[in-house]
């Protein structure tokens, strides 16, 4: 297996532009999550999807964040506008079915928003 | 909601010694507890993990102890070589809980 696959790997962007992250979960695992990471702030979860619905958003910083799951094997992040704030590398991961504490984290895109 | 501590920050042992890192969590119903590893550039990956009906697990050079009546678990790490340099982050859950949440993590470098 591939592992979670994101892309891009690395991005870097001008304030107000829209920025928008692609993960693809491992195949057969029903949660995915979107996690942030910084220096000040370490890892923090956005947003966990189960079985492609939306299950918990209380981690997504504000408005201009969002997030979707249209399939299984397919998320979105979108930051719209970006600010430098905004900068971060962004990780998403995917728990087995069945297994649903063990994540696995794909490579992650370093977000860089001048 | 869940809170989890971590300590130290940084930890720097010399080659071939033990290294410790300690993590307390506030919510008594959490019931799993993993270690993450993350070499500079890399992404976390599991390396031990441990659930509450287990008090200690070993694996290999790296075991992890539970104390649920404190709310404290430990990684333990002997026998540490270079290649253990990384950040861990240990991590908690609860039952009916697919979110795990992270503490702050400890940089541990181990000099030759």
């Known amino acids: 297996d591939a592992g979670v696959i994101q892309s891009p790997r690395h991005e870097v962007t001008e304030m107000g532009q829209e920025v928008t992250l692609r993960c693809k979960p491992i195949s057969g695992h029903n949660s995915l999550f979107w996690y942030r990471q910084t220096m000040m702030r370490g890892l923090e979860l956005l947003i966990y999807f189960n079985n492609n619905v939306p299950i918990d958003d209380s981690g997504m910083p504000e408005d201009r964040f969002s997030a979707k799951m249209p399939n299984a094997s397919f998320s979105t992040l979108k930051i719209q506008p970006s600010e430098p704030r905004d900068s971060a590398v962004y990780f998403c991961?995917?728990?087995?079915?069945?297994?649903?504490?063990?994540?696995?984290f794909g490579p992650g895109t370093r977000l860089t928003v001048l | 909601g869940e809170n989890v501590e971590q300590h130290p920050s940084t930890l720097s042992v010399q080659e071939g010694d033990s290294a410790v890192i300690k993590c307390t969590y506030s919510?008594?119903?959490?019931?799993?507890f993993p270690w993450y590893k993350q070499e500079l550039g890399k992404r976390p990956q599991l390396i031990i993990d441990i659930r509450s009906n287990v008090g200690e697990k070993k694996d290999q050079r790296i075991a992890v102890t539970l104390n649920k009546t404190a709310k404290h678990f430990s990684l333990h790490i002997t026998e540490t070589q270079p290649e253990d340099s990384a950040v861990y982050f240990c991590?908690?859950?609860?039952?009916?809980?697919?979110?795990?949440?992270f503490g702050k993590g400890t940089k541990l470098t181990v000099n030759p």
């Open positions: 991590a908690a859950s609860w039952s009916g809980s697919e979110k795990l949440v």
């Open positions: 919510d008594s119903a959490s019931n799993y």
């Open positions: 991961a995917s728990t087995p079915q069945g297994r649903t504490d063990t994540q696995y």
